[in-house]
């Protein structure tokens, strides 16, 4: 193989590398869904419920929206009262939502919290791509604000 042969395929390789890099760095990874979540406990600590509210659904707040991570709240009644990727459902009870195997969601992300915090699976429509994909979302009580906050994982 000549030199200008092997630097072609050294090229070509790095560049599939860097591709490959770049669309994983696109998707959140667990380790980063529950610092958000932790994040997000501590910033309704610091600023109250009401402002930590608004900044998890404002779109233009990057802090709480990174990749396609983003935070989501409920009261522990089921009220929606902030979410980072679709703010048309904020204000509404979904206590009984189920996903599309009939996993009562809000339910189960409520108990899982009410725990002591933890993951629960499921599936969901991705905001990216619109297509119904495994998800995994860690969630926790928050500690001054009778409900709980939420991170999920597309799988």
């Known amino acids: 193989?000549?030199?200008?042969?092997?630097?072609f395929f050294v090229a070509?390789?790095?560049f599939g590398l860097l591709s490959v890099n770049a669309s994983a760095q696109e998707f959140g990874t667990r380790d980063e869904a529950k610092t958000m979540v932790d994040a997000a406990v501590e910033h309704v600590k610091k600023v109250g419920p009401d402002q930590?509210?608004?900044?998890f659904t404002n779109k233009e707040n990057k802090?709480?929206?990174k990749k396609d991570l983003?935070?989501?709240?409920?009261?522990s009644a089921g009220v929606n009262v902030a979410h980072?990727?679709?703010d048309k459902l904020v204000g509404k009870n979904l206590i009984e939502l189920k996903d599309p195997n009939g996993k009562l969601l809000i339910q189960e992300l409520r108990d899982t919290a009410k725990k002591g915090?933890?993951?629960?699976e499921y599936d969901w429509p991705h905001p990216q791509t619109k297509k119904i994909e495994s998800k995994i979302s860690y969630t926790r009580m928050m500690t001054n604000f009778d409900g709980f906050v939420?991170?999920?994982v597309y799988r």
């Open 1 to 7: 193989m000549s030199f200008s042969s092997r630097r």
């Open 12 to 14: 070509a390789a790095m």
């Open 52 to 55: 930590a509210f608004k900044d």
């Open 63 to 65: 802090a709480w929206q």
């Open 70 to 75: 983003y935070v989501f709240a409920y009261t």
């Open 84 to 86: 980072g990727a679709n």
């Open 117 to 120: 915090g933890g993951w629960v």
């Open 150 to 152: 939420g991170v999920g």
